[in-house]
């Protein structure tokens, strides 16, 4: 099967930076796109950010020019690098891996999730 770590969460103040990091593990063949998503309480879960397999990245309006998403596709491995955080920005942040990974004698296309992890921005 396939497990994702999140990592790199914490309490940070107004204007501070964070980096998030999303390792997985497991028989992972390829995957398709690396995103991370958030979620403030009270609130729907969003897509912050993006990146596919061909280096496409988008992001939310929101986070434009503050947030960048990175991948290494030979670690498995999704960054979130935050910059001139803002309280708003407070949420338990989740990666999503849409990967193919073997499964018993097949491989298996599935989208899996991170546990998440929290960001408090606050002074």
């Known amino acids: 099967q396939v497990e994702l770590v999140e990592s790199g969460g914490g309490l940070v103040q107004p204007g501070g930076s964070l980096r998030l990091s999303c390792a997985a593990s497991?028989?992972?063949?390829?995957?398709?796109?690396m995103s991370w998503y958030r979620q403030a309480p009270g609130k729907e879960r969003e897509l912050v950010a993006q990146?596919?397999?061909?280096?496409?990245?988008n992001s939310a309006d929101s986070v434009k020019g503050r947030f960048t998403i990175a991948g290494d596709s030979a670690k498995n491995t999704v960054y979130l690098q935050m910059n001139s955080l803002k309280p708003e920005d407070t949420a338990v942040y989740y990666c999503?891996?849409?990967?193919?990974?073997?499964?018993?004698?097949?491989?298996?296309?599935?989208?899996?999730w991170g546990q998440g992890t929290q960001v408090t921005v606050s002074s």
């Open positions: 999503n891996l849409d990967l193919i990974y073997l499964s018993g004698l097949y491989w298996v296309r599935q989208n899996h």
């Open positions: 990146i596919t397999s061909g280096g496409d990245t």
């Open positions: 497991g028989r992972i063949r390829s995957i398709n796109a």
